[in-house]
């Protein structure tokens, strides 16, 4: 089946093959792709347009001496496979399996980590400059596709680039696509076709004028004729990274492997910054995917005969979906209300937005600071823009949330998907964090429903809030419960308890909640009664219902699906420690290290912040053999 591909364990396997070998490689590494990710899901239509370029590279150049960078890495399932990690790709973003991406600690071959988008010419420059001091003459290669180029850093390092003029390869995977369709006039400006109606249409435009002209208009039109090259050469992408310091080559034809692996033997012996400009199909070879490349994008197993995803039970509608709904929902009544994502509509639920609203709807491309500077600017004309990110991907934009919208107190409204752990992306994508760097910005609130239907009651509490507001929540689906028809704000500060209990407070936050109520159901079956609170707001802390049940009780346990360094449990642990001396306080969350991969079920249950793990921690915590240490105030030292 995968007679070629079984011998390549190395690039110096691939380095032995003659040139018509290749073609049948890439072949059987596009059926091996399909295979296996049909099998396990993943990031299936920019690896298949990828596969080409990636076999030119490593034929080309000489990893590991040579560095290939992968910008966000997802499209590098070939590198992988052909860099000795093919019987293992069956493993890819699985539970103690591979990576989805270029990871340093896997293999020498991947010469820098990602997952986050556009980082990959600036490390890349920070290589070649390196060398250049060490005296190597190492080939440095960063490869970064049209989506990942409208991430600001990528043209930070650009123009560094440029300027110092050290050996550096950058190839712009150009597919014209991000996740969805790419956007911006720098996507326009690249991928313009000089050959196709635009300059036709452009110099039939030039000649009618120049035609028009009385007398001399014949000799210009002559003239004209001869600038025509300069015109094309004047406006073909290459002008914009000519003009940055860069030797520009293309556009070339990507899954042309005779031509790429051609232009790449020639760039290798170029010096200086080059920018090659390769053009490519996302989803190649496989019609579904090509047909429709967002949906390929990220997916999970599907049957690769009809390209249909292999969807698991019918589950309640995810949070996402509720966020999107909701937002068409308000914005129905109120023409304020703006939508911005970063270069993903369909991932954060606002396709149905954009489609009901497209002139208050706002896709940046994958510029996330500018997506909250652009919000808060918004914002100080009275709208009320609410900005959906992925929590992760917040992480970037850490100064824009304190400088833009917190010091000046605007009321933006910062829809944090995929906060929590994710799942198969791992530990560049689990958005563990934001309870910790949004609590301590003074005039930030933050918030986390326990469900779907609190869900769509706190995004109306955020955006009529008129402050700067957080409202975080988990990927993947509900509870099911039943949806409230009208939406009512939730007073700021205010949680809920939801159980009473004399032997212990168990306090939790989102995603926590609800395994919280289970493990008090189990810690009944020990003869132990715990209360439990729903806390909503991990600033302002609701101090009242927090400090009422810790003095009940004696003790506290806090759930969260964030770092419990600075996190929720700490926002507690500061609030008793001032105003509740003597209570015994234990915290449940992501420890202070990186979570792997692995199912949100898998991680959560390691990390005990699933129900069995919570009442586990609240037995040993209440010394569960301890019958004595059991009732009212049992847990006073
Ligand atoms: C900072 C950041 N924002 C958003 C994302 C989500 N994301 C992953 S891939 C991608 C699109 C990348 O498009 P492109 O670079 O053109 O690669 P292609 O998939 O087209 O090969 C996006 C938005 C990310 N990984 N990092
Ligand atoms: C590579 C990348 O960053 C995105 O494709 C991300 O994997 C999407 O995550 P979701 O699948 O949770 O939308
Ligand atoms: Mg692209």
């Given at each position: 089946m995968y007679t070629l591909l079984n011998t390549i364990n190395s690039p110096a396997d691939l380095k032995k093959l003659k040139q018509d070998k290749l073609l049948i490689l890439a072949d059987e590494i596009r059926e091996f792709l399909l295979e296996t990710v049909s099998k396990t899901g993943g990031h299936l239509a920019s690896n298949l347009g990828c596969v080409e370029l990636t076999l030119a590279l490593h034929y080309c150049f000489n990893s590991p001496d040579d560095s290939i960078i992968w910008d966000?890495?997802?499209?590098?399932y070939t590198h992988k496979i052909i860099t000795g990690r093919r019987d293992k790709f069956i493993t890819q973003r699985q539970y103690h399996g591979i990576s989805g991406f270029p990871k340093r600690s896997e293999s020498m071959h991947d010469a820098f980590g990602a997952g986050h988008s556009s980082t990959s010419i600036s490390a890349g420059l920070g290589m070649a400059v390196a060398h250049g001091l060490k005296e190597e003459a190492s080939k440095v290669i960063a490869v970064i596709g049209d989506g990942s180029l409208t991430g600001g850093i990528a043209f930070e390092a650009l123009n560094q680039a440029g300027h110092l003029h050290k050996n550096l390869i950058v190839v712009l995977n150009d597919n014209?696509?991000?996740?969805?369709k790419n956007v911006g006039a720098l996507s326009t400006f690249i991928s313009r076709k000089l050959t196709g109606s635009y300059y036709r249409g452009l110099k039939k435009e030039m000649q009618g004028l120049l035609k028009n002209i009385p007398a001399i208009g014949g000799n210009i039109l002559h003239f004209a004729r001869k600038a025509e090259n300069s015109l094309k050469g004047f406006l073909t992408p290459g002008t914009l990274f000519e003009a940055l310091g860069f030797e520009y080559i293309g556009?070339?034809?990507?899954?042309?492997l005779p031509q790429l692996i051609e232009i790449m033997q020639n760039v290798r012996a170029l010096e200086g910054p080059v920018l090659v400009h390769v053009m490519t199909t996302k989803g190649k070879g496989y019609q579904p995917a090509e047909k429709t490349p967002d949906k390929f994008h990220g997916v999970g197993?599907?049957?690769?005969?009809?390209?249909?995803v292999i969807a698991g039970k019918p589950g309640a509608q995810s949070y996402t979906g509720i966020f999107g709904e909701t937002m068409v929902k308000l914005a129905a009544e109120d023409k304020k209300i703006i939508a911005i994502t970063a270069a993903m509509p369909d991932g954060t639920g606002l396709t149905p937005f954009a489609k009901a609203y497209p002139d208050r709807f706002f896709d940046v491309g994958i510029a996330e600071q500018h997506a909250l500077t652009f919000a808060a600017g918004m914002a100080t004309e009275g709208f009320r823009p609410v900005a959906a990110i992925y929590s992760t991907f917040v992480q970037r934009a850490y100064d824009q949330v304190f400088h833009d919208i917190c010091l000046q107190k605007l009321p933006v409204t910062l829809a944090l998907d995929r906060a929590g752990l994710v799942g198969d992306d791992g530990p560049t994508h689990h958005g563990v964090f934001d309870l910790s760097y949004l609590r301590h910005l003074p005039e930030m609130t933050v918030m986390a429903p326990k469900d779907e239907n609190e869900l769509q009651h706190m995004l109306k509490t955020a955006i009529y809030s008129d402050r700067p507001i957080a409202l975080r929540y988990p990927r993947g689906a509900g509870y099911g419960v039943a949806m409230d028809e009208s939406l009512q704000a939730i007073p700021i500060g205010v949680g809920e308890q939801l159980a009473e209990g004399g032997d212990l407070t168990l306090v939790a936050i989102g995603s926590t909640v609800y395994p919280a109520m289970e493990a008090a159901e189990l810690l009944k079956e020990k003869g132990i009664r715990a209360t439990v609170i729903n806390a909503r707001f991990v600033k302002p802390l609701d101090r009242n219902l927090i400090l009422a049940a810790a003095g009940r009780t004696g003790c506290i346990i806090t759930v969260e699906e964030n770092a419990m360094q600075g996190g929720f449990g700490s926002a507690v642990l500061e609030l008793l420690a001032d105003e509740a001396a003597g209570i015994r306080v234990k915290r449940i969350g992501v420890p202070d290290r990186y979570i792997e991969q692995g199912s949100q079920a898998q991680l959560r249950q390691d990390l005990r912040l699933d129900a069995a793990g919570i009442a586990q921690t609240a037995a040993e915590f209440l010394g569960k053999n301890d019958s004595s240490r059991t009732g009212p105030g049992a847990c006073r030292t």
């Open positions: 966000v890495g997802h499209q590098a014209e696509m991000s996740i969805s556009p070339v034809q990507g899954h042309d197993p599907f049957d690769v005969k009809t390209g249909k």
